[in-house]
């Protein structure tokens, strides 16, 4: 089992930059699969990234050379830089773990002005 908190969403102009943390309640590092999910109003949720336990990543199309996705495993912590940030990029954004289920944290709001 583990608890992911995310922390770091906010109100950002388009072009503008964030950072997510999602921090564990345990160690991350026997944990093979980790990522970031966003839901916008009215639709589902949709991957953003992905990073393996060996660090292996996987985007979006839509966030490919944008956002990247990082893991600090002494601080069980997993990172999402963005970018150059569209309007489209509102969403709430999850963090999630597979640990035998699939665990998700409560969401962080990022909304990007035009």
């Known amino acids: ?18 950072r997510l943390s999602c921090a564990a309640s345990r160690s991350i590092f026997g944990i093979n699969s980790m990522g970031w999910y966003r839901q916008a109003p009215g639709k589902q949720r949709d991957l953003v990234a992905a990073i393996t336990r060996g660090g292996s990543t996987d985007y ?19 990172y999402l830089q963005m970018n150059s940030l569209k309007p489209e990029d509102t969403a709430v954004y999850y963090c999630n773990a597979v640990v035998g289920h699939s665990y998700w944290g409560q969401g962080t709001q990022v909304t990007v002005s035009s």
């Open 60 to 78: 979006a199309d839509s966030v490919k050379g944008r956002f990247s996705i990082s893991r600090d495993n002494a601080k069980n912590t997993v």
């Open 1 to 18: 089992q583990v608890q992911l908190v995310e922390s770091g969403g906010g109100l950002v102009q388009a072009g503008g930059s964030l």
